[in-house]
C-alpha cells in the first residue's frame, strides 16, 4: 500500500505563495500518478494538479492554471504543489492522491474534473488565504 503525507499548508495573504510537499512511500505501478485535490467546507472536491512519475508530464485544472506548479524530486520520493498568485478561493484542504498509469490518463483527459478514484490518499494539509 502506497503511504503518503501532506506538509507545507498555512495561512497567507491574497497574492502571496506556498508550496506544499506530498511525501510518497514508494515508486511503483500503485504510484505512477501523482494528483493534488482540495476540498472547502461546503465544496466538492476539486482536483486540482496531476503528475505522471515517469515521465513528468503535468495537467492542471483550468482555476489554477499558470498559477499553480507540480513537480517531483529527482528521486521520486517527493511531489511538489507550488501555488502562487494565491487567492481567497484557493482556501481547502488539500490533498495527495496515488494511482496507477490508468488513472493520470483519465484525470488527464478530463481536465482534473471529478470521476476517477485514486487508490491511496494522505491525511490533508490546510492551505487559508485571506482577502
Known amino acids: 500500500q502506497v503511504q503518503l503525507a501532506e506538509s507545507g499548508g498555512g495561512s497567507v495573504q491574497a497574492g502571496g505563495s506556498l508550496r506544499l510537499s506530498c511525501n510518497v512511500s514508494?515508486?511503483?505501478?500503485?504510484?505512477?500518478?501523482i494528483g493534488w485535490f482540495r476540498q472547502a467546507p461546503g465544496k466538492e472536491r476539486e482536483g486540482v494538479a496531476a503528475i505522471y512519475r515517469s515521465g513528468g508530464s503535468t495537467s492542471y485544472a483550468d482555476s489554477v492554471k499558470d498559477r499553480f506548479t507540480i513537480s517531483q524530486a529527482s528521486d521520486k520520493k517527493t511531489v511538489y504543489l507550488q501555488m502562487n498568485s494565491l487567492k481567497p478561493e484557493d482556501s481547502a484542504m488539500y490533498y495527495c492522491?496515488?494511482?496507477?498509469?490508468?488513472?493520470?490518463?483519465?484525470?488527464?483527459?478530463?481536465?482534473?474534473?471529478?470521476?476517477?478514484?485514486?487508490?491511496?490518499w494522505g491525511q490533508g494539509t490546510q492551505v487559508t488565504v485571506s482577502s
Open positions: 514508494a515508486y511503483s505501478h500503485m504510484s505512477n500518478c
Open positions: 492522491a496515488a494511482g496507477p498509469t490508468a488513472t493520470c490518463t483519465i484525470v488527464f483527459a478530463r481536465g482534473m474534473r471529478t470521476g476517477v478514484d485514486f487508490d491511496s
